[in-house]
């Protein structure tokens, strides 16, 4: 596993192949990694991402439900009439 670090923190984590596996960004202008712009996960590469960090792991580990789109207006519609 590589990390790839500027002045400002971690930027980015790779697998032993060079593939990345997360990607970070911080606000600039604070002391070195603290407050968190972003973080992103590679989707393909999430359950090697458990399993680096120390969290068993199967194929189901790496399958998130996303909502559907008509589910998510319907949410959102809700939200908004309350």
């Known amino acids: 596993m590589y ?6 923190g971690l930027l980015a984590e790779y697998d032993a192949s060079g593939q990345l596996i ?3 960004q911080y606000q600039p202008g604070n002391h070195w990694m603290t407050h968190p712009y972003y973080a992103k996960v590679r989707r393909s590469n999430y359950e090697a991402s458990l399993r680096l960090e120390g969290f ?5 580990a790496a399958t998130k439900p996303v909502a559907s789109r008509a589910a998510v207006i319907q ?5 908004v009439k309350s």
């Open 3 to 8: 990390f790839h670090y500027d002045d400002t």
């Open 22 to 24: 997360s990607e970070y």
């Open 56 to 60: 068993p792991a199967d194929s189901s």
């Open 75 to 79: 949410a959102y519609r809700k939200q």
